[in-house]
């Protein structure tokens, strides 16, 4: 069984950067398939990307593509999310799960998740 905890949010400008990372313990990456989600407050949670164990991502939320990249540092047994070009929409409680499945956009895909991290973007 895997533990997740997400770290790297705050408050930010728009247009500007934030790295977000999901440290695992209890167990490798490499045997689940990491998703990023967001919530913000009364929306429902969304799926943000994926990448699996083999390395290859995908995203799913269009107003991300070309500004979020998921990447793996196998050394940490992390999982970051570079996020770019911030803006006021992307402002959200942002989690960490993991699938022994595979990736997927849907939340229910997952069994295991970290406690998520806030991410505001305002002036």
């Known amino acids: 069984q895997v533990q997740l905890t997400e770290s790297g949010g705050g408050l930010v400008q728009p247009g500007d950067s934030l790295k977000l990372s999901c440290a695992a313990s209890g167990s490798s990456l490499d045997s689940y398939d990491i998703g990023w989600f967001r919530q913000a407050p009364g929306k429902e949670r969304e799926g943000v990307g994926c990448?699996?164990?083999?390395?290859?991502?995908?995203y799913y939320t269009g107003s991300v593509k070309g500004r979020f990249t998921i990447s793996k540092d196998n050394a940490k047994n992390t999982v970051n999310l570079q996020m770019n070009s911030l803006k006021p929409e992307d402002t959200a409680t942002y989690y960490c799960a993991a699938s022994p499945y595979a990736c997927s956009a849907n939340w229910y895909g997952y069994d295991y998740w970290g406690q998520g991290t806030q991410v505001t973007v305002s002036t």
């Open positions: 990448i699996t164990i083999n390395d290859v991502t995908q």
